[in-house]
């Protein structure tokens, strides 16, 4: 049977290698030193590139070498395609026919570029330009490794402002009224805005509070779901359902008796206003709305007779010299005389914007500071600009001019996220991994020195930290709309992404953002996509019309989160140099079995969508580094080899099973892992294979429902685990909970402790959260002092024996944040908050109103809360 098919193949390929054919055969054939060759030439493609760019950036470069510019990047994108192609047939060449004709195609593209870097190169030197002193990558060095912390940030030239909208927002009429916040973009409506939204006062004020960013491209229905999210706590999968007529009366009812806030950040649209205003009941509650623009006639579209229009102006000379002086000198915040007077030009120049003024201090940082080198700063700003906003995204311009080398792309990625949209550092950090824009370094792991790009790209004021955890830690970050305009800009032009609004979008990047529902974009060079972010509801359709006609096939990075996509073509094996694939939050209930063939694959996410056992081989996915698979309902079944996956560092949502159990001690590099479902007689087992998990930082182990205990007696942890949840049935803590000397985060669920165990965690030197959900079965619990030095969230839920909590003064001194939740016994405060100098919000869900009536001003327990600056109660959750 097999002569026929020999037989055929030899006739097919015999052109390819018969002497008389050399010249288009076996000279043609791409080999691994041809490939060595291009991969050279890329790489100095790319420093020239680099060269001219900053030249073009710093206006320096003519319409010619704009032109050249566009034919180098032309010529660099067809490298890297080809590079990639022969990677792939390396790795999956199983064909000889097609892999014999893949090379040959291949080597005559490579001698095509060959040809035109000849043409190109004898015209080098009319576009030749000096070579920039190159930026040091010693910026790298000495950062803090996994762990960035984030210090709070004074805000100069604002209170007069925040206490004037203060007053506003929290005057003593009943109608509802409208306050509208102008000023041109950069100058601070958005941090002032927010820091009215938070402020103490304005929560303990109004019965919900919500924050809506409109943005010149957002529709009413979306202004609608996130009002009945952020007002009515209405989930999102039921809100996505609800027409805009039905979401109209919905708000209209619903809030109907409400005392309620709401901002609406950066409104553009006059019409989108007057839409908005009619769903919002005017009744006599006194409730407030906050708008925030850059239009003024926005602003006026809202007054009234009850409404106030704040404009914003820049910051003043003075508050501008010392915001900058505060970013540029980070000693002392003073500036040396010599630099003074080229400093104060450098900040007039920033037209008292603080987005510009912070961007230009970071900058500045860096700089030698002699002034010499601040003047040539300040020679690239623009001096002939007669527009203040040009001469602010000139400033900005220079920020981004003045990154490392590895950094712009890391920038420019952030692109492609949506307006005012929050992204977590995890998230980013993989996504920067797989697009490879992380520099290999033997000393740490890839995520550590993605963590180190994210810190440099917020020390510069690039990039905003959005949330904090509670250890300091980024959680999540943004990008201010000025910023996100110049990485749209700058990506546009230099083909990194697009953005695709209208549709039918025509598509020439390596990068695509999908962002409106129902769009599509055509197949002109769809084969330079390396990366797909879809933000609408077209991924189903996009998906199979572009994976099945192979598309994608050079895609590295794919990622669906939230959208309406019911199943993955089989064809998705395909995909080669697939990296990243974020599937979070779809409708997916299987993964085809032809996801084995994703040997490139290092991170997998499908966290909270319908799918319950992976069906294909997961022992292939050798490169894979993060397998996200919780839940929340269920776990998810794995079949044998993952002991196979020496690059595994994160594994969650795992159903335990005694096979699971025996590999996970063959994953050295694991450093989370949650397992779920475990049986008590696996549980030795466990504690086993867990003692060769030497980097493991944070655990999380649930019991499968009707098991009598969870036995951890033999568990010995990593002395550098941080974060632990157990939920199941403990009866006592184990011994070893007092080695705990590096944990941050603790959850306790379901654990029926019989004891107090307060008196054992208060020894834990350095943990900052502590969660009791249904943990404690006794009537008395007590925080001795010392105790808890560093302790900043503190959660008790459902503690249902629970009558009385004391707390020794001294104990807690570092205390933030109290959620007592459903203790329907405990009818008192606990004893000695009012000690608790440090805490700002106490919130109290489902509590007995004998428990509540003592909290008012008249109240037997207001003296121990009078000093609490938030008191949040909620009846019952949701």
């Avoid at 003075?318 to 003073?334: I, P, R, T, V």
């Avoid at 570092?814 to 939740?821: A, C, T």
Wanted: include cysteine.
């Amino acid at each position: 049977m097999a002569e026929p098919v020999l037989v055929s193949l030899i006739q097919a390929i015999a052109p390819l290698l018969t002497s008389t054919a050399t010249d288009q055969g076996r000279q043609l054939l791409a080999t691994g030193r041809d490939v060595g060759w291009l991969r050279d030439e890329l790489h100095n493609m790319q420093n020239f590139l680099h060269e001219m760019e900053v030249s073009r950036i710093e206006g320096k470069g003519s319409m010619a070498t704009e032109a050249w510019i566009g034919q180098m990047r032309d010529i660099m994108l067809d490298s890297e395609d080809i590079i990639d192609i022969f990677d792939a047939g390396h790795v999956d060449g199983c064909c000889v026919l097609g892999h014999l004709r893949t090379r040959h195609d291949l080597g005559v593209q490579i001698r095509r570029i060959q040809t035109q870097l000849s043409d190109i190169s004898r015209r080098r030197t009319e576009y030749a330009v000096q070579r920039p002193t190159e930026v040091s990558d010693r910026w790298i060095h000495g950062l803090l490794a996994s762990s960035p912390l984030v210090h709070d940030k004074d805000i100069i030239g604002l209170d007069r402002d925040l206490a004037m909208l203060l007053r506003y927002i929290l005057d003593d009429g009943m109608e509802l009224s409208v306050v509208s916040l102008v000023g041109m973009g950069g100058v601070g409506k958005t941090t002032l805005a927010k820091k009215v939204y938070n402020h103490p006062d304005v929560k303990k004020h109004f019965d919900r509070c919500s924050w809506i960013y409109v943005s010149n491209t957002m529709e009413l229905g979306n202004v609608l779901r996130e009002l009945a999210k952020g007002l009515m706590r209405i989930p999102s999968g039921e809100v996505s359902s609800l027409s805009e007529k039905q979401l109209q009366e919905l708000l209209l009812s619903g809030l109907d008796n409400k005392r309620f806030f709401v901002v609406f950040d950066d409104v553009w649209d006059t019409g989108l206003w007057d839409v908005i205003k009619l769903v919002l009941p005017r009744k006599d509650h006194g409730s407030k709305v906050l708008v925030t623009t850059r239009n003024a006639v926005v602003a006026d579209s809202v007054v009234d007779t009850k409404s106030h229009v704040h404009r914003l102006p820049p910051l003043s000379s003075e508050d501008s010299w010392n915001l900058f002086c505060k970013k540029a000198f980070l000693q002392d915040g003073m500036c040396p005389d010599g630099l003074k007077e080229t400093a104060k030009v450098i900040v007039k120049k920033c037209n008292g914007l603080p987005l510009a003024i912070v961007a230009a201090g970071s900058m500045m940082s860096r700089r030698e500071r002699t002034d010499t080198a601040w003047r040539h700063v300040l020679d690239n700003i623009q001096t002939d600009l007669s527009n203040s906003k040009m001469e602010v995204q000139q400033t900005l311009l220079l920020s981004y001019v003045d990154l490392p080398r590895p950094l712009k792309p890391c920038f420019l990625l952030l692109s492609v996220i949506p307006y005012d949209s929050e992204i977590s550092r995890k998230k980013l950090v993989r996504l920067w991994i797989a697009e490879g824009f992380v520099k290999e370094n033997a000393d740490e792991t890839l995520e550590i020195s993605a963590e180190k790009y994210l810190m440099e790209l917020i020390n510069r004021s690039m990039v905003e930290v959005a949330i904090v955890s509670c250890s300091g830690r980024v959680k999540a970050c943004r990008v201010h709309d000025l910023l996100h305009d110049l990485a749209i800009f700058l990506s546009k032009n230099d083909r990194f992404s697009t953005i695709c609004h209208e549709k039918d979008a025509s598509v020439s990047d390596r990068r695509i953002s999908l962002q409106t529902s129902g769009v599509s974009f055509s197949n002109r060079n769809k084969k330079r996509l390396r990366s797909v972010f879809m933000f609408s509801n077209s991924a189903q359709d996009v998906l199979e019309c572009n994976i099945v006609a192979r598309s994608f096939r050079l895609v590295r990075v794919l990622d669906l989160e939230d959208g309406n996509v019911l199943e993955l073509p089989n064809e998705i094996g395909g995909l080669l140099h697939l990296r990243y694939l974020g599937l979070r939050g779809t409708k997916l209930k299987k993964l085809p079995r032809t996801l084995h063939k994703l040997h490139q694959l290092q991170t997998l996410d499908i966290r909270r969508t319908h799918i319950k056992k992976i069906t294909f081989e997961i022992s292939c996915l050798r490169n894979l580094r993060h397998l996200e698979m919780k839940q929340g309902d269920h776990s998810i079944h794995v079949p044998i080899g993952l002991d196979l996956l020496y690059n595994l560092q994160v594994l969650t949502g795992l159903q335990a099973s005694a096979t699971v159990i025996h590999e996970i001690s063959n994953i050295p590099k694991l450093k989370k892992l949650s397992i779920e479902d475990l049986k008590n007689g696996d549980a030795e087992k466990l504690c086993s294979s867990l003692k060769n998990l030497k980097e493991l930082l944070y655990l999380s182990i649930f019991l499968s429902d009707g098991t009598d205990s969870l036995d951890l007696a033999t568990f010995k942890p990593s002395s550098c685990l941080q974060k632990l949840h157990l939920s199941g049935s403990l009866r006592a803590l184990p011994d070893w909970f007092s080695q705990l000397h590096s944990l941050t985060k603790l959850r306790l669920s379901f654990s029926q402790l019989q004891d107090d165990p307060l008196p054992i965690l208060v020894r834990l030197p350095n943990l900052l959260f502590l969660q009791l959900n249904r943990a404690y079965q006794g009537r008395v619990m007590k925080c001795y002092c010392p105790g808890f030095s560093k302790l900043k969230i503190f959660i008790i839920t459902e503690l249902e024996g629970l009558e009385e909590w004391d707390v020794e003064e001294g104990a807690m001194p570092s205390i933030q944040e109290v959620w007592i939740m459903l203790c329907s016994k405990l009818t008192t405060v606990p004893s000695g908050f009012q000690s608790l100098a440090t805490l700002q919000r106490l919130r109290l869900v489902g509590m007995p109103s004998s428990f509540l009536c003592r909290l008012g001003e008249h109240g037997d327990d207001f003296i121990r809360v009078k000093h609490i600056p938030s008191i949040e109660i909620i009846p019952r959750l949701g």
